[in-house]
């Protein structure tokens, strides 16, 4: 299994992941026109974030966004992993753990960050004990938003 960053190759790979992940998890059809454009829009301004891909028997089988939001409480950047999704017949492999691990990795390395953060549907309790076996804890923030209609 490799995991790198994803190169513009990857795009409809990306994309279709991303249509595939928000039918599965939280019954949403997206319009792919407008994914595949947010999704160029990432490599075009890589201040927006950096996708990351898993790519085993010569494919793409996972994709994860990385996106910055500044902490000011930090003075360092704090990363959310966003848009995960890894191809059934690859799941329960230890594909995002892998993911993880590079991310993580590069994360702590880096002397500017301060973390990882990420969100979850509360219905998706498979992705929710994955992230707890990672480490990661639900305990301190709730989400809140309010998206336009």
């Known amino acids: 299994m490799i995991i790198r960053r994803a190169i513009s190759s ?12 928000a039918a599965e998890t939280e019954g949403v059809e997206l319009y792919t026109h407008t994914v595949h454009e947010g999704v160029f829009a ?9 996708y990351y891909v898993a790519e085993a028997d010569q494919q793409v089988v996972a994709s994860t966004l990385l996106t910055p939001e500044w902490s000011d409480w930090r003075n360092a950047m704090v990363y959310w992993i966003q848009s995960v999704y890894v191809l059934p017949e690859y799941r329960r492999k230890g594909v995002f753990r892998q993911m993880f691990a590079t991310i993580e990795k ?10 990882l953060r990420l969100y979850v549907d509360k219905n998706n309790l498979e992705a929710i ?3 707890e076996k990672l480490g990661m804890n639900g305990d ?8 336009k209609e």
């Open 10 to 21: 990857d795009i409809e790979s990306v994309v279709e992941f991303q249509v595939k992940m």
């Open 42 to 50: 990432v490599f075009q301004h890589t201040e927006k974030g950096v």
């Open 106 to 115: 590069a994360v702590q390395k880096d002397e500017k960050s301060a973390g």
């Open 129 to 131: 004990s994955v992230y």
């Open 140 to 147: 301190h923030y709730r989400l809140f938003e309010k998206m």
